[in-house]
Structures are given as structure tokens and as C-alpha cells.
């Protein structure tokens, strides 16, 4: 990251190079490498200075089956009957803030949570459901009335696919399932976070997807506004293919 300065450039360089030449020197190694995703999907960057720009050497090396999802939004079936199946009201509108299975995310929700009040007083009768995770105890949140908090929330893919907005961390396979789903949503990437700063937000980039924000600037009023405007606004989003975990397990069971 460039806040890490010359010294975290040098030694990312450095490392980045010994891996490059391990992987050309001994070709044999690996019987088989695949990048999930598509060559599009390949930051244009460069391993470093004097070393190969990725979108040159990555195809080189390594094969392309398509994103990966667990299971496609595409079989979830209608949205509609999803909604009613998961338990959502005719006509109700929906904001689902998650953060993963970690307690890095608590001070994003807090703040999030300080915006709902701004947001329901425009938008009345928003329902908010919060999933604190393992690591974040419900209690400490304070969340105001309207809000729900859970610790855990079974099959959450489809309730991501089912709501009408999600706020969310910067992490890839959330996002591309809300992208895949074509489910409006805010992502914060965690600061200093290269993946998550440079290939996630690259790649929904790409899709059209997701609204990014910065949570060290982002203010409740800013957090507020912004989930209005995803609330009324449309968006629209490249289609993420199926089909990518049968390429993926074709390549693999070639090797068998």
C-alpha cells in the first residue's frame, strides 16, 4: 500500500519476485494453476518494479474457469417467492449490514447504525437487520429501535439476494455474490487492505457493481445519504457467468 512507504514496496517487490521466478524455473511443480475468475478480471499493475505487468504474465501461467459461486443466484428461483420464502413482507423494504466472521467490522456497523435514524426518517418504515457474527456481542452494539441484530443468519447468500440493499466490508466473495444476485450494495474496503483496495474493487469495477465508500471519511450524514440514494436510485450490473465451478473441477479432474 503507499502508505507503507519505499521499505513495503521494496520487500512486496522482492517477494514477488522470488515467487515469479519459482514458478518459471520450475514449471513442473504445479501439475495445474487456476485463477478464479476471468483475464479481464487481472489488475492492470505491475508485480513490481523491473517485474512482469500481471495482465501479461498471469494468463501465462495460470487458467481461467470463471467466477466460482457456491451456488448461482440464478437457482434460487424468483426474487419474489425468495422474499416470501425467507420470511420478508409484501412491499417492505430491506437493509442487510454484515462483516464477516471477524470483530474488525464492529466500528463500521456502529457507524452505520448511527445513520439508520437520518435514513428512516426519509425512507419510513425500513426494515434494517444487522449480522454481528462470532466476534461482535449483540449487546454492545446499541442499536436503535427498528434495527434488528443477529448473531447468525443461516443460508445469508440468499438473504443477500433477497434484500434490497446490503452494506457491506470489501471482501470478494460477498461482494460478487450481491454482484451475481444484482442486489444493490455499499462496500468499505479495510483500509490498508491491498486485495480488497485494489483487485475486489477492480473487479466490481469491471461489473458495475457496488457503491464504494471509505469508512476513515465517511460520516454518518455521508453513510445516510448514500443508502438513500441506493435505496431509490436503480443500478445495474454486468451478469456474473455460471458454470464456473464445473470448469474448475473439469480442470481438476483431469488431473485424476
Avoid at 195 to 212: I, K, M, P, S, W
Wanted: with cysteine; aromatic share 8%.
Amino acid at each position: 500500500m503507499p502508505s507503507g512507504g519505499e521499505n513495503e514496496a521494496f520487500l512486496t517487490t522482492d517477494y514477488n519476485a522470488e515467487m515469479i521466478e519459482h514458478v518459471e524455473r520450475h514449471p513442473g511443480v504445479r501439475d495445474r494453476a487456476i485463477f478464479v475468475g476471468n483475464p479481464d478480471d487481472v489488475i492492470p499493475r505491475s508485480f513490481g518494479r523491473d517485474l512482469p505487468e500481471m495482465p501479461a504474465w498471469v494468463p501465462k501461467h495460470f487458467e481461467f474457469p470463471g467466477y466460482i459461486l457456491g451456488e448461482h443466484p440464478q437457482t434460487f428461483g424468483p426474487r419474489a417467492e425468495l422474499r416470501r420464502r425467507l420470511g420478508y413482507r409484501d412491499g417492505e423494504r430491506v437493509c442487510i449490514v454484515t462483516v464477516g466472521g471477524s470483530g474488525v467490522g464492529a466500528p463500521l456497523i456502529r457507524r452505520v447504525l448511527e445513520s439508520y435514524p437520518l435514513v428512516r426518517s426519509r425512507i419510513p418504515g425500513l426494515r434494517m437487520i444487522v449480522i454481528a457474527g462470532p466476534r461482535i456481542d449483540p449487546a454492545t452494539l446499541n442499536a436503535p429501535v427498528g434495527v434488528e441484530v443477529r448473531s447468525f443468519v443461516a443460508d445469508l447468500d440468499r438473504h443477500l439476494a433477497a434484500c434490497d440493499l446490503a452494506i457491506v466490508q470489501g471482501g470478494l466473495t460477498t461482494c460478487m455474490e450481491l454482484t451475481a444476485a444484482g442486489t444493490p450494495f455499499i462496500y468499505f474496503p479495510l483500509q490498508n487492505h491491498f486485495e480488497q483496495t485494489y483487485h475486489v474493487a477492480y473487479r466490481l469495477d469491471r461489473y458495475g457493481a457496488g457503491r464504494r465508500m471509505n469508512y476513515a471519511d465517511s460520516t454518518r450524514e455521508m453513510i445516510a445519504e448514500a443508502t438513500i440514494r441506493a435505496l431509490t436510485e436503480p443500478t445495474f450490473s454486468k451478469p456474473v457467468e455460471s458454470g464456473g465451478a464445473a470448469r474448475a473441477a473439469h480442470m481438476l479432474a483431469e488431473l485424476l
